[in-house]
């Protein structure tokens, strides 16, 4: 329910967002933010805080966002808090990107990485997922440097974990069992 | 020698003139002879049986009630003899009965000493599984807690020694592993 709910708003968003021509840099954007979010406890409790005045919330997202992000990502955010979901902005977000995929005949693989990518790295590995999934791939990569190392990637319900965190805990799950 | 062949001698040297007869007259010996002759039957004939049949009753009476004691006497014998072969039975009875509360005191101390080794041998069983698991779980949370050791110190070396050059190389080494499953 909550799920379809959150495509639900998701679609309405991408409608407006495709008719202004800016589908990448949003959800890009949009992407981005929905990530801030997710690993900033207190950001997230403030954006969806029903007792704070929704005027301090979207202060709080111009604050953040302000000149940095596109004009369409600031509404889409503030649309989203307004509308009192501010809890589901994440998942919100990821919904936003599917469809957007979707809507390009794309599956959508989230991509963490300790370091930025550089181009040529991001062509290389949808290159290389869209062969092993077989699909045309979007990536949106997420500077995690929780993973310290390699590449994590998400493509539906698969996930390829490469990450140097991984084999640690591997490590330490050898360790612990041996 | 024949007394009455002395008779007349002994008269004559101790009387002189006057002799003094002993012997009765023939008529009065004749006469005693009769009577003594009809007493003997008379008493032959009357008294001899009624004193027979007196003592035979007598006789009889006494062989009664010798018979009546040795009744008496072998009755007493048998009550005596029952009496003994109960007695026995009673001792044999007891003495079973000893004997059978003794086994059956020695079965139940037998029974009470196994179930103590047993009880005794699986609380040292338990003892032991207990102690070995609690040895496996002291094994288990130090061998948990060197490996987090480990992995947090093998973490903080690689995250400062990784350099962007080699996160770049990572990048690349997963992406070329990919490519190679396809």
């Known amino acids: 329910m909550a799920e379809t709910l959150d495509r639900t708003y998701a679609e309405g968003l991408l409608t407006v967002v495709e008719a202004e021509g800016v589908l990448e840099r949003v959800?890009?954007?949009?992407?981005?933010v929905a990530r801030l979010v997710e690993g900033?406890?207190?950001?997230?409790?403030?954006?969806?805080?029903?007792?704070?005045?929704?005027?301090?919330r979207l202060g709080v997202i111009e604050e953040l966002l302000g000149d940095q992000a596109h004009q369409q990502t600031v509404a889409a955010v503030s649309y989203i808090v307004q509308a009192g979901r501010g809890r589901q902005l994440a998942a919100v977000a990821d919904a936003f990107?599917?469809?957007a995929a979707e809507r390009r005949s794309r599956a959508l693989a989230e991509v963490r990485t300790a370091v930025e990518l550089s181009e040529e790295q991001r062509e290389r590995l949808a290159r290389a997922l869209g062969e092993a999934t077989g699909q045309q791939i979007d990536l949106k990569v997420v500077v995690d440097p929780a993973i310290m190392g390699g590449v994590v990637a998400t493509v539906g319900e698969t996930v390829i974990d490469g990450s140097v965190a991984r084999r640690l805990e591997d490590v330490r799950a050898r360790l612990t069992s041996s | 020698m024949n007394m009455w062949a002395l008779m007349?001698?002994?008269?004559?040297?101790?009387?002189?003139?006057?002799?003094?007869?002993?012997?009765?007259?023939?008529?009065?010996?004749?006469?005693?002879?009769?009577f003594f002759a009809l007493l003997f039957a008379f008493l032959w004939k009357f008294a001899l049986p009624r004193l027979g049949s007196t003592l035979d009753e007598r006789a009889a009476r006494i062989q009664g009630r010798l018979?009546?004691?040795?009744?008496?006497r072998s009755e007493a014998e048998e009550l005596r003899s029952q009496y003994q072969q109960r007695l026995s039975e009673a001792r044999e009875e007891a003495?079973?009965?000893?004997?059978?509360?003794?086994q059956t005191g020695?079965?139940?101390r037998e029974e009470l000493v196994r179930d103590a080794e047993e009880e005794a041998q699986q609380i040292r069983s338990q003892a032991r599984e207990d102690a070995?698991?609690?040895?496996?779980?002291?094994?288990?949370?130090?061998?948990?807690?060197?490996?987090?050791?480990?992995?947090?110190?093998?973490?903080?070396?690689?995250?400062?020694?990784?350099?962007?050059?080699?996160?770049?190389?990572?990048?690349?080494?997963?992406?070329?592993?990919?490519?190679?499953?396809?």
Not at chain 1, 27 to 32: G, K
């Open chain 1, 40 to 56: 900033n406890t207190e950001l997230r409790e403030q954006l969806s805080d029903a007792s704070v005045p929704v005027e301090q």
């Open chain 2, 8 to 34: 007349p001698v002994l008269a004559t040297e101790e009387g002189g003139e006057e002799s003094l007869s002993l012997l009765p007259e023939i008529p009065e010996l004749v006469w005693g002879i009769i």
């Open chain 2, 67 to 72: 018979e009546e004691a040795e009744s008496v």
């Open chain 2, 106 to 108: 020695e079965r139940r």
């Open chain 1, 97 to 99: 990107a599917e469809l």
């Open chain 1, 27 to 32: 959800e890009d954007e949009l992407y981005q």
């Open chain 2, 132 to 182: 070995e698991a609690e040895r496996g779980r002291v094994v288990q949370e130090l061998r948990g807690q060197l490996a987090a050791l480990s992995v947090e110190l093998a973490s903080k070396i690689v995250q400062k020694e990784l350099d962007e050059e080699q996160h770049r190389d990572l990048v690349d080494l997963y992406i070329n592993e990919l490519s190679g499953l396809n």
């Open chain 2, 95 to 102: 003495r079973s009965i000893v004997d059978e509360a003794r």
